[in-house]
């Protein structure tokens, strides 16, 4: 922990994949994630972001739909992830408890 | 003739329905029962010429055996406290706490469906102020899926409401679809920090498989005057749009500011269609 003070260390998360869907209106594929994720994986970024760009639970009229479901997406996801940790985004009043624990 | 009805709990909604209750004439507040001594509740319930218990709800009950309805402002886990209590007293309750014992009450759709449950229960704001809307888009067509998002200031949301996060958007959407009548239903809350505060939002969307387009506005224009007699801040902030098979609603609510600020519309809703009940209640006596 010491070398932080001196030098902070970046950890990055990759976010391609949840916030970048908003440019696509949503509309990445299972195939798509387990693809990406994967060369992310491969290329050593310890965290990837996957699911609607709003969030767990935020597919809605509001926050736009979504062409698959969260699990689906996560579910690619995790089919190529060896070595980085998958990550999701959560707002309560939006995504509920019960949603994060099936993410988990 | 008038019921005699006492509030549980101290807080801020207890303290809007002291207001609301000491003013309607179909309602004899007999006083309000808390946990803190030195609340503000109890201080203004006291200064009001109403007793004001600060030993527990069994000791208010006791001290006041002649109780006709009582109103839960206290918590989801009082309530379930409070339930049997009350129960074996034969004294009926008006549920404003998450605990959700009793039936579902939504004034405007199904208040006459339970005039004899002992327990009854608001739900949410959220349902309060969007149901009557998706209950009249249900009367104008079939709706396939209903969301609702309701926007409330932040300064309004207190810790009870935060910690109930999830129970509102559940609770609020399974509304949707028991009183409602769609086939499915999504809520959605955002607390917004603005300052000034914003009175209460809710932006209702309702997806139809078949639509009568204007049969589906002057319902809903309807179900808002309808909701507005007992709720005078609650109205139409823009006309319905209805495109594509899709109608949306757009309803503010602007509090009485009776102890709680005007902004506070979500907290408003709950009291005034709390008092709404009882006061049928008592309309229902009176025609016996």
Do not use: W
Request: include cysteine; charge should be negative.
């Amino acid at each position: 922990m010491n070398e932080t003070a001196t030098a902070p260390r970046v950890r990055l998360l990759d976010s391609t994949l949840r916030d970048g869907s908003h440019a696509i209106r949503h509309r990445y594929t299972p195939e798509q994630v387990e693809l990406v994720a994967g060369r992310l994986d491969e290329a050593g970024v310890p965290a990837i972001g996957v699911g609607h760009g709003d969030g767990l639970g935020a597919a809605s009229i509001q926050y736009m739909r979504s062409l698959h479901t969260d699990d689906e997406l996560l579910s690619a996801a995790r089919r190529a992830l060896r070595s980085a940790r998958l990550a999701v985004t959560f707002q309560p009043g939006i995504g509920t408890k019960r949603q994060l624990e099936r993410a988990a | 003739m008038t019921l005699r009805v006492a509030i549980l709990g101290s807080g801020n909604i207890g303290t809007d329905l002291l207001y609301k209750v000491a003013r309607n004439p179909a309602l004899a507040l007999v006083g309000m029962a808390g946990i803190d001594p030195a609340s503000e509740g109890l201080a203004r319930a006291r200064a009001g010429g109403f007793a004001a218990g600060a030993d527990g709800v069994e000791r208010f009950l006791d001290d006041h055996p002649d109780l006709d309805v009582v109103f839960d402002a206290s918590s989801a886990q009082a309530h379930a406290e409070h339930a049997p209590l009350l129960a074996s007293r034969g004294v009926r309750c008006i549920d404003l706490t998450p605990a959700a014992l009793g039936p579902a009450v939504v004034p405007d759709v199904n208040l006459d469906e339970h005039l004899d449950a002992p327990d009854v229960n608001l739900v949410t704001c959220g349902a309060q102020a969007t149901v009557p809307i998706v209950a009249a888009l249900s009367a104008a067509g079939r709706v396939a899926y209903a969301e609702i998002v309701s926007t409330v200031a932040s300064r309004s949301a207190g810790p009870g409401t935060r910690s109930n996060i999830d129970e509102f958007t559940v609770a609020t959407a399974r509304s949707l679809e028991t009183l409602g009548g769609s086939a499915a239903g999504k809520a959605i809350i955002i607390l917004n920090p603005a300052e000034p505060p914003i009175i209460m939002r809710n932006t209702i969307y309702a997806e139809f498989a078949t639509l009568e387009e204007a049969v589906a506005s002057s319902s809903v224009a309807e179900a808002v005057a309808r909701v507005a007699a007992y709720v005078p801040g609650y109205r139409l902030a823009a006309e319905p749009l209805v495109a594509d098979g899709m109608v949306t609603v757009f309803v503010e609510v602007e509090g009485a500011g009776d102890y709680l600020p005007a902004y506070a519309g979500n907290l408003d809703i709950m009291t005034s269609a709390a008092v709404r009940v009882a006061e049928r209640y008592a309309e229902r006596l009176a025609t016996r």
